[in-house]
Nanobody, 121 residues
Framework: QVQLVESGGGLVQAGGSLRLSCAAS????????MGWFRQAPGKQRELVAT???????NYADSVKGRFTISRDNAKNTVYLQMNSLKPEDTAVYYC???????????????WGQGTQVTVSS
């Protein structure tokens, strides 16, 4: 089994910064792409940013220039640095990882439990 544990959410004023972390543990043969998604009340879950195992990144237009995704492969950890936060960034943020649990296993997606980010105006 694979576990994703997120940390770093909280309450911040508009214009402030937060850094989210997500550590993957358990049965991991290969850790492929990792990413962050978010879901605001009454809305569908949406992609925020992704990063491949080689470091290629992709961002939602709404966060480009403000958020930075990075990863530490030695620690199986992905980070999301969020700067210039806006009230519309308020959501539960979920970590996602595509993992191959064993050498003959198929890769599949795993999700963290979510961490709340609240930006006050």
């Amino acid at each position: 089994q694979v576990q994703l544990v997120e940390s770093g959410g909280g309450l911040v004023q508009a214009g402030g910064s937060l850094r989210l972390s997500c550590a993957a543990s358990g049965s991991i043969f290969r850790l492929n792409a990792m990413g962050w998604f978010r879901q605001a009340p009454g809305k569908q879950r949406e992609l925020v940013a992704t990063i491949t195992s080689s470091g290629s990144t992709n961002y939602a237009d709404s966060v480009k220039g403000r958020f930075t995704i990075s990863r530490d492969n030695a620690k199986n950890t992905v980070y999301l640095q969020m700067n210039s936060l806006k009230p519309e960034d308020t959501a539960v943020y979920y970590c996602n990882a595509n993992v191959r649990p064993g050498p003959v296993s198929s890769s599949r997606d795993y999700w963290g439990q979510g961490t709340q980010v609240t930006v006050s105006s």
